[in-house]
Antibody, heavy 122, light 107 residues
């Protein structure tokens, strides 16, 4: 059974930093593209970042580029998202999600974690 | 960036009613890259439909997807009490974007 368990959310002041973690199980993590998706309170879903299985290739939404860093530790089956220079508009539930992929092509998200809430406020 | 516009924003219906949800893309999307999700309060999204028309594992056949190019539709044939939720479309053909969602609420 695939499981994704996020942690690391909390209350942080504007300009602050936070690191989110997502521990994965039930599939071959090192072979899998992984992504972060966020959802502001009462709003829709927004893709944030992606990383390939090797960890070499990373991708970001324009809204977080230069401030957030995605990474992974395949020896620990863990995905990370480092959030720096946080703004009020970064307040959201952050989901770790696994897309269904074949080769270099990915389609839909077939597994999601339960999410971790990040609140940016003074 | 491909913008997905969902309509209507909300639907007020009764159990047993049918529902038709629309997702319109700002440019053509390959059907293989169009998916639908259901989200209930406090829960993560759940995959319903992938490839525009294929039901995910365990999804009842009252849910169906159709469409191509820039116009896609999610149809729920007979609403069950557990179907009242927010529904999102998503494309992965060019970057990754989601529609703004359609809330199906009890009338």
């Amino acid at each position: 059974e695939v499981q994704l368990l996020e942690s690391g959310g909390g209350l942080v002041q504007p300009g602050g930093s936070l690191r989110l973690s997502c521990v994965a199980s039930g599939f071959t993590f090192s072979n899998s593209v992984m992504r972060w998706v966020r959802q502001a309170p009462g709003k829709g879903l927004e893709w944030v970042s992606s990383i390939r299985g090797s960890g070499v290739d990373t991708y970001y939404a324009d809204s977080v580029k230069g401030r957030f860093t995605i990474s992974r530790d395949n020896s620990k089956n863990t995905l990370y998202l480092q959030l720096n220079s946080l703004r009020a508009e970064d307040t959201a539930v952050y989901y770790c999600a696994k897309p269904h992929c074949s080769g270099d092509t990915c389609w839909y998200f077939d597994y999601w974690g339960q999410g971790t809430l990040v609140t940016v406020s003074s | 960036e491909i913008v997905l516009t969902q309509s209507p924003g909300a639907l007020s219906l009764s159990p047993g009613d049918g529902a038709t949800l629309s997702c319109r893309a700002s440019q053509s999307v390959s059907s293989s890259h169009l998916a639908w999700y259901q989200q209930k309060p406090g829960q993560a999204p759940r995959l319903l439909i992938y490839g525009a028309s294929s039901r995910a594992t365990g999804i009842p056949d009252r849910f169906s997807g159709s469409g191509s190019g820039t116009d896609f539709t999610l149809t729920i044939s007979r609403l069950e009490p557990e179907d009242f939720a927010v529904y999102y479309c998503q494309q992965s053909g060019s970057s990754i974007t989601f529609g703004g969602g359609t809330k199906v609420e009890i009338k």
